[in-house]
């Protein structure tokens, strides 16, 4: 069965800090992986997106790391800011590239 | 370039009633989604549409839900009669399959969501 998951299921960090958010996945045949940031009371929005060969990729303070061999990931997010409270959620997407595999989401609190 | 539309962004009824919601999706995007997001969860996927085709229902509960994408454009989603574990955000997605590093990866694209409150 094709899951995600995320851990921790909630952190908290104090601004300015450094925080890295993991992502496990069983997802066969694998297409590419993404991590979306949900706000509250919003729709997601991509982060990053990243397919087989790629092992990082960065967005400003965020870096995604991709191991296809033990199958996780992980989003590491540099000196944040208080605007980085939202949810992160780990998408794995399948076969072509339609079919998307949801983590539950990992709940961040930057406080100051 | 206008991003995916929801309408309404809240709706509270009363277990029993009925509740349509709104999607129109990015311009040229062939695929369309319907996700369930019940607080503290990641999204659930209910219904997926590739032009006015349904290529995945496979999750919705068709004793109440139902969705619609007649023009293979916008879309409605109802759900009737309402239970009170219907509370949700209810988020319309689309995409357009791109190419990438010979692999075929379609970028997801999220609506603001559609609040709903059964009491």
């Known amino acids: 069965k094709n899951q995600v998951e995320q851990s921790p299921q909630s952190l908290i960090i104090l601004e300015g800090k450094n925080c890295t958010l993991q992502c496990n996945y069983t997802v066969s045949p694998f297409s590419n992986l993404r991590w979306y940031k949900q706000d509250t009371g919003r729709g997601p929005v991509s982060l990053t997106i990243?397919?087989?060969?790629?092992n990082t990729k960065s967005n400003g303070r965020y870096t995604a790391t991709l191991d296809a061999d033990t199958k996780q990931s992980s989003l590491h997010i540099t000196a944040s800011q208080l605007s980085d409270s939202a949810s992160y959620i780990c998408?794995?997407?399948?076969?072509?590239?339609?079919?998307?595999?949801f983590g539950p989401g990992t709940r961040l609190s930057a406080l100051p | 370039e206008a991003g995916v539309a929801q309408s309404p962004r809240y709706k509270i009824i009363e277990k029993r009633q009925s509740v349509a919601f709104w999607c129109n999706p990015i311009?040229?995007?062939?695929?369309l989604y319907w996700y369930q997001q019940i607080l503290g969860q990641g999204p659930k996927l209910l219904i997926q549409?590739?032009?006015?085709?349904?290529?995945?229902d496979s999750q919705l509960p068709k004793d109440r839900f139902s969705a619609e994408r007649l023009k293979g454009v916008d879309s409605t989603l109802k759900i009737q009669p309402a239970k009170l574990e219907d509370s949700a955000v209810y988020l319309c997605a689309s995409s357009l399959r791109v190419k990438t590093s010979g692999s075929s990866s379609g970028e997801l694209f999220f609506g603001e969501g559609s609040r709903l409150t059964v009491l």
């Open positions: 990243m397919t087989f060969s790629e």
């Open positions: 549409f590739q032009n006015n085709g349904v290529v995945d």
């Open positions: 998408v794995v997407s399948a076969g072509y590239g339609q079919n998307f595999v």
């Open positions: 311009s040229g995007h062939a695929t």
